[in-house]
């Protein structure tokens, strides 16, 4: 196959456009106007892989789910808008998520320095005790506690461990909008 010239092939596009998994090298040639050959050597040299077919295809999934059974524009535009809303909903429980386990992990520290009779430090704030009414070991089990139950629900915002986010995304998204 005549192509371009190896200087003017634009790797760079090339790579991304084969990340996605989308794409097929006889695809991909046709389009930048070189060989599938030029392309698998170049593919194979560098050390590419397809490391975004997943996530491609779980967009498409949320895609075809989104519209499913939409016959008019007007519901497929509300399907999105709805889909966005929860899409906003899930991000922001993982927010939330990440601040809970940053409180958790300061006062798993302060509780241990407590132990080790260290006055732990907050800026320039020093703290001496955790109060009149609480032992250490009490705010290290408070703490153990309130981490072991968020974890789950972190990982599951996240989509891990959770086999129904990959199977059956739509009813996944709906408890995430329920949650709300």
Known sequence: ???RPKSSIDWEAIEAQYRTGAYSYRRLAKVHGCSEAGIRQHATREGWTRD???QARAAARIK???T?????AEERQLIDSASDRMASLVRRHQR???RLSDAAELMARHVLSLAQG?????GKLEVDALGNRESIADALAKVAQATSRFIPLERKSHGIDDASAGEDLASWLKAQSDLD
Do not use: D
């Open 52 to 54: 975004l077919l997943g």
């Open 118 to 122: 260290k006055k732990p430090k907050y």
């Open 1 to 3: 196959m005549a192509g």
């Open 68 to 72: 499913e059974g939409a016959a008019t």
């Open 64 to 66: 075809l789910l989104s």
């Open 96 to 98: 939330h998520f990440e």
